[in-house]
């Protein structure tokens, strides 16, 4: 697997709600992702209770640092739902579907998918959004800003430009 699809694997283990199996993979993410080393070292030393208190004070604050990223594009409108057919249909061209009741948008999802496929056309089309977001959460001080910027790097210049 090349080194950017490794890296979006193990963003997406990152950017997933932290619980054990997260813990037991940081060392292998560390190895495999170096890119990811600000987040992983964090994580390795901070107990699980309080890193999965972090992530849903980030994450669930409303839509501020929202990962679904038909939001970041569309905004609260009724776009949202035609970006989400959009993703899913790009996920079944590859025979694979959403499971866990997760949407196809969520960012986690996208990056496994494009780990998964070397497909980075979802990825590119919302690059935007995954600057703004990366943006926000490096102005909130989170340590989840260095694995957005980690994943901008690979991506074409718009998402490594100034804000938007």
């Known amino acids: 697997m090349p ?35 600000q987040f ?6 901070t107990p699980l209770r309080e890193l999965a208190a972090h992530y849903t004070e980030v994450f669930d604050a409303g839509n501020r640092y929202g990962l679904y990223l038909s939001r970041w594009q569309d ?14 249909e790009a996920y079944r061209a590859y025979g694979l579907e959403c499971s866990g009741g997760e949407v196809p948008d969520y960012l986690p999802a996208v990056l496994e998918f494009t780990a998964r496929t070397g ?4 990825l590119t089309e919302y690059r935007d959004g995954v ?12 340590p989840y ?5 980690a994943v901008c790097a690979t991506l074409p210049t718009a998402c490594t430009e100034g804000p938007h």
């Open 131 to 142: 600057h703004r977001l990366r943006t926000r959460l490096t102005e909130a001080g989170t």
């Open 145 to 149: 800003a260095s694995v957005l910027a």
């Open 40 to 45: 992983t070292d964090h994580a390795a030393v």
């Open 3 to 37: 080194s950017d699809q490794v890296l979006y694997q193990a963003a997406a283990l990152c950017l997933t709600y932290p619980d054990d199996d997260l813990h037991a993979r940081l060392p292998l993410v560390r190895e495999a992702a170096p890119q990811l080393r």
């Open 75 to 88: 905004g609260d409108t009724q776009r949202r739902g035609t970006s989400r057919v959009r993703c899913a």
């Open 119 to 122: 497909d980075t056309g979802l």
